[in-house]
């Protein structure tokens, strides 16, 4: 069993920065691939950004590569986004995943930290 708990969402305005977390609990975190989703309303969660168990590895989507950076500190059991240039697209709820080694899939969830982004 994982836990994963997102953090630092909140309201800003188009062209600012801002930085989510998300605390894994549970499950020997090097073990666990990664990622980032998000999922405005009326629209499927989609890939945002993600990482290997090592932080060797990254991966992003067309759409935040550039202006987003995945990151994560085992030692902490913590995984981060950093978002700048912020665009009013970005706004949606932002998930944090895990996934176990040898799959594809994510198997672990977090209840999302809601991102606005202001025009």
């Known amino acids: 069993q994982v836990q994963l708990v997102e953090s630092g969402g909140r309201l800003v305005q188009a062209g600012d920065s801002l930085r989510l977390s998300c605390a894994a609990s549970g499950r020997t975190f090097i073990m666990l691939r990664m990622a980032w989703f998000r999922q405005a309303p009326g629209k499927e969660r989609e890939f945002v950004a993600g990482i290997a168990w090592s932080g060797g590895a990254t991966d992003y989507s067309d759409s935040v590569k550039g202006r987003f950076t995945i990151s994560r500190d085992n030692a902490k059991k913590m995984l981060y986004l950093q978002m700048n240039s912020l665009k009013p697209e970005d706004t949606a709820i932002y998930y944090c995943?895990?996934?176990?080694?040898?799959?594809?899939?994510?198997?672990?969830w977090g209840q999302g930290t809601q991102v606005t982004v202001s025009s």
């Open positions: 995943a895990a996934g176990r080694l040898a799959t594809t899939t994510y198997d672990y």
